[in-house]
T-cell receptor, first 116, second 111 residues
């Protein structure tokens, strides 16, 4: 079965640089969520989109922005990177309609970001 | 105080043991309860999903939710070395689907 695709899988950046993370949801899933997981931490919700509109916002810094496109893929843009932004960034997708509940989120493999 | 509390462990058991993993939560608005398994450097994998109180069984895994005490559990029967991973409980109110995770319990099943 198709899974959530994230790219790149690994990314190394310098402080104050920018980064763009991409997420391709499972086919027919129209809701995308972004989470940040620091070392030894649980995933923290950043932001979510439903039908290309932002549906919820969590502890996402103002330096970060995200959007969902017409093909339902999503991009997380991170600017003025800081050392503390080093983490695993996960994207998850879920269907809003159909047999599965919207609360069933399937996670991608993550993008490991290292800021030097 | 975190909205979802989970003992981080680590928890070490012999192969074949019954494993009990638990979480408590504080907000009665949470209606949906999940258990995810996460192997090192991998994305969380959905194991079990339960709506409201009750039990749900899937093979060797049983999830229990007691909303009156705000307590959720995952039981693993006949544990295997391949079950060694971090287990994360997660809750959501269902309005937007935002998941709130527990800290995760690291489980090691020894052959």
């Amino acid at each position: 079965a198709a899974g959530v695709i994230q790219s790149p899988r690994h990314l190394i950046k310098e402080k104050r640089e920018t980064a763009t993370l991409k997420c391709y949801p499972i086919p027919r899933h129209d809701t995308v969520y972004w989470y940040q997981q620091g070392p030894g931490q649980d995933p923290q919700f950043l932001i979510s989109f439903y039908e290309k509109m932002q549906s919820d916002k969590g502890s996402i810094p103002d330096r970060f922005s995200a959007q969902q496109f017409s093909d339902y893929h999503s991009e997380l843009n991170m600017s003025s990177l800081e050392l503390g932004d080093s983490a695993l960034y996960f994207c998850a997708s879920s269907p809003r309609q159909g047999a599965e509940s919207q609360e069933t989120q399937y996670f991608g493999p993550g993008t490991r970001l290292l800021v030097l | 105080q975190k909205e979802v509390e989970q003992d981080p462990g680590p928890l070490s058991v012999p192969e074949g043991a019954i494993v009990s993993l638990n979480c408590t939560y504080s907000n009665s608005a949470f209606q949906y309860f999940m258990w995810y398994r996460q192997y090192s450097r991998k994305g969380p994998e959905l194991l079990m999903y339960t709506y409201s109180s009750g039990n749900k069984e899937d093979g060797r895994f049983t999830a229990q939710v007691d909303k009156s005490s705000k307590y959720i559990s995952l039981f693993i029967r006949d544990s295997q070395p391949s079950d060694s991973a971090t287990y994360l409980c997660a809750v959501t109110s269902g309005n937007t689907g935002k998941l709130i995770f527990g800290q995760g319990t690291t489980l090691q099943v020894k052959p």
